[in-house]
């Protein structure tokens, strides 16, 4: 389990580092607005104003807005930050990578399903250009 929250952790870094994961509430919330957010991700500790607000902005839209077992001091430690309550993907190959790589049970079925299938069609697109 501990191995796997390590790799989860190390996704978040990775995408920070390639451009492919913003955070903050106000560039998260814009990226929302502007349906650019292919997967949002909410600390276990972050407030429930932050969370209510992100779920509002999501809510009949593709988006998705996870909650991840870390902290926002852990998630701020791996993202260069003092604490990092909310961030989120733009790309959805990093997303389900991420997903993929948390603690069973963290997401639903139906999300990694839902990524699994934007990925393919995403593959699909490329494969036919």
């Known amino acids: ?32 607005l502007q349906k650019h957010a292919r997967l949002t991700v909410l600390a276990d500790d972050a407030g429930a104003a932050v969370a209510r607000k992100m779920r509002s902005l999501a809510e009949g839209t593709r988006q998705r807005v996870l909650v991840v077992p870390f902290d926002k001091q852990t998630l701020g430690a791996v993202l260069g930050r003092q604490s990092v309550s909310v961030a989120a993907f733009s790309d959805v190959s990093m997303a389900l990578a991420f997903v993929k790589a948390l603690p069973a049970g963290t997401a639903e079925p139906e ?4 990524l699994e299938r934007r990925v393919a069609r995403v593959r699909a697109k490329r494969k036919k250009n």
């Open 111 to 114: 999300l990694l399903e839902d």
């Open 1 to 32: 389990m501990e191995q796997q929250q390590n790799k989860a952790v190390g996704l978040l870094g990775l995408a920070r580092k390639a451009g492919k994961l913003q955070t903050g509430e106000e560039t998260v919330s814009s990226m929302l």
